[in-house]
């Protein structure tokens, strides 16, 4: 069974500083990747994806992932924090052949210290 | 904006009680979703429908039920509620073979 590992429930930066939000999932197959964000009081939304192609992959706000199958990873980075980057952050997997089972990790809180 | 809204944005209840939220997806999407999201379980996802018929079933409970209805909107009714079942409920819309798109949610609160 897929399952999703998110290191650090908790991660503080400067602003200025280097984002790193690590994700690792478990798949017998390299499967689909997301990560989401979740701003205070709102819902999520999708911030970037990997199904095929290029292994680095370019999402909004200046995210960007890097999906290596040999380590199992897909760790999210931002070159330069923003105050605005205070969010809650999860990892998600699904299956390569379909979108709907959807396994979230449990999350990381970034926080931005001016 | 996603697309998909949710009703209500918050509800206050009492346990024993039995509530209705709804959800209308993005215009297009047959897929619809629904997530409970509380500070202990995480974000888990409760059941899915796709153009009106069940697809499948997370973690739900007995006493929750839902439906999507013809225009594609779905609706997560919630009985017997138990203070326990205060959390965020979610709800989510795909088209065919897509990215899940998330609704801003609903906050439960049962007292």
């Known amino acids: 069974a897929q399952s999703v590992t998110q290191l650090g429930s908790h991660v503080s930066v400067s602003e200025g500083a280097l984002v790193l939000l690590r994700c690792n999932y478990s798949?017998?197959?390299?499967?689909?990747l997301f990560w989401y964000v979740q701003y205070p009081n709102q819902g999520l939304q999708l911030l970037l994806k990997?199904?095929?192609?290029?292994?680095l992959v370019k999402g909004i706000n200046g995210f960007e992932a890097e999906f290596k199958k040999s380590e199992t990873s897909f760790h999210l980075t931002k070159p330069s924090a923003h105050m605005s980057d205070a969010a809650e952050y999860f990892c998600?997997?699904?299956?390569?052949?379909?979108?709907?089972?959807?396994?979230f990790g449990p999350g990381t809180s970034l926080s931005v210290i001016p | 904006d996603s697309g998909v809204t949710q009703t209500p944005k918050h509800l206050i209840t009492a346990t024993g009680q039995r509530v209705t939220l709804r959800c209308s997806p993005r215009?297009?999407?047959?897929?619809v979703y629904w997530y409970q999201q509380s500070l202990d379980q995480g974000l888990q996802f409760l059941i899915q429908?796709?153009?009106?018929?069940?697809?499948a079933k997370g973690n739900i409970l007995e006493r929750f039920s839902a439906q999507q209805f013809p225009d594609l909107h779905s609706e997560l009714n919630l009985s017997s509620l138990e203070l326990g079942d205060s959390a965020l409920y979610f709800c989510?819309?795909?088209?065919?073979?897509?990215?899940?798109?998330f609704g801003p949610g609903t906050r439960l609160l049962v007292l």
């Open positions: 989510a819309s795909s088209g065919v073979q897509e990215t899940q798109y």
């Open positions: 798949s017998s197959v390299p499967p689909y």
């Open positions: 990997y199904t095929t192609g290029a292994t």
């Open positions: 998600a997997v699904s299956d390569r052949s379909s979108y709907d089972k959807v396994i």
């Open positions: 215009s297009g999407d047959l897929s």
């Open positions: 429908y796709y153009n009106g018929e069940e697809r």
